[in-house]
């Protein structure tokens, strides 16, 4: 198996934290500790107690998938249970295994007790996906061998493993793949402002910056309820700061956010114009999926996927049964006359 395919982590705290190196910054600012992990209180709590049973009857845990948006946490709940446990972990993702030979050779070059993260999951090849079963529910690997009447099925023990996946499209993991999740199917959600300021607060301590509390705040605000978001805002006001030789108080964040196109609520100039045509071009709606992504030269999925989700979780877009409809809410923050007709055009 080629090494861009999998990739091996014992995944041990550091012996040294007080000064991380930020060049790997997802990597650098990962929790290694339960308490070190903010947020998400009903999945560290189910998977505490399934790992402290487990381990009580000398058992392995069980499989687990999580999913929800990017950038809430899943690869890091994957790399924490590994640290908890002291496995190995061994990790790859969906596309990277193209052919059964690649996850059978995974899957023989396990040890008893060893942790695999599949990232992206729902795009696993259907082929490969019937091979997992056997693997996940009975610890054996059926390989068939040769083709036509002479073909016959060679049945390999596989050593006890714990199967951690992940994946941003639960919907498109197949029904009998997520019932082999014994362990628990679990989302994550998006993270309150309070939970994002102990994030970012943290993680300035780490990467050793000094974040006055009210630029702190300016952050967390912005960062659309994401971690992953909120600390990419750090390292680039960071920088914003370093350059023009300022403190990084709330004027430099602001400053810093808004040469990145991110305004006061983190929406950024795609979110705004996704806004600015819908009401403008099309007076608010209601239109369609279609002529709206070819208004924007965009995808249709990039709308569904990207864009639309946190308009409408910050109730500034509403979908109905006739199409995009901008709220009174997005009429106010471009600072625009809200129509005397938008009640009906909500319905």
């Known amino acids: 198996m080629s090494s861009d395919k999998i990739k091996k982590t014992k995944n041990k705290p550091p012996e040294n934290t007080e000064k991380v190196d930020d060049s790997f910054l997802d990597q650098a600012l990962r929790p290694t500790k339960w308490d070190e992990y903010i ?35 899943k690869t890091t709940l994957a790399h924490l249970i590994a640290s908890e446990t002291g496995r190995q972990m061994k990790i790859t993702s969906g596309p990277a295994i193209e052919k059964v030979g690649d996850l059978a050779s995974i899957l023989t070059n396990l040890s008893p007790g060893d942790i695999i993260f599949i990232d992206e999951i729902h795009r696993l090849n259907k082929m490969v996906e019937e091979i997992l079963y056997p ?14 009447p002479s073909a016959r099925t ?22 009998p793949l997520r019932s082999r999740f014994s362990g628990g199917v679990f989302r994550l959600e998006f993270y309150s402002n309070k939970e994002i300021e102990e994030i970012v607060n943290r993680s300035s301590k780490l990467l050793e910056i000094e974040l006055e509390k009210e630029g702190l705040s300016e952050i967390a605000k912005r960062s659309r309820f994401t971690p992953r978001t909120a600390n990419y805002f750090l390292k680039r006001c960071r920088d914003f700061a370093q350059v023009n030789k300022k403190k990084l108080d709330k004027g430099t964040v602001k400053g810093a956010l808004e040469m990145l196109s991110i305004d ?32 924007l030269s965009e995808e249709e999925a990039t709308l569904e996927e ?42």
């Open 306 to 347: 990207v864009l639309e989700p946190y308009l409408i979780q910050l109730g500034l877009l509403e979908r109905t049964l006739r199409g995009r409809v901008a709220t009174e809410k997005a009429y106010e923050h471009l600072g625009l006359e809200i129509p005397k007709n938008l009640q009906s055009k909500l319905l």
């Open 154 to 175: 060679i049945q390999l023990d596989l050593p006890p493993f714990t199967l951690i996946a992940a994946t941003t499209r639960v919907a498109l993991v197949s029904s």
């Open 39 to 73: 947020g998400q209180k009903h999945i560290k709590d189910n998977v505490k107690i399934l790992l402290r049973a487990a381990e009580e009857r000398g058992h392995i845990p069980e499989h687990l998938l999580f999913y929800g948006p990017p950038g809430l946490g």
């Open 135 to 148: 693997a996940m529910e009975s610890g054996v690997l059926d390989i068939i061998i040769g083709k036509g």
């Open 264 to 295: 006061e609520i983190g929406l950024n100039s795609s979110d705004r114009k996704f806004l600015e045509v819908l009401i403008r071009k099309f007076k608010g709606g209601p239109v369609g999926l279609k002529t709206m992504a070819a208004a």
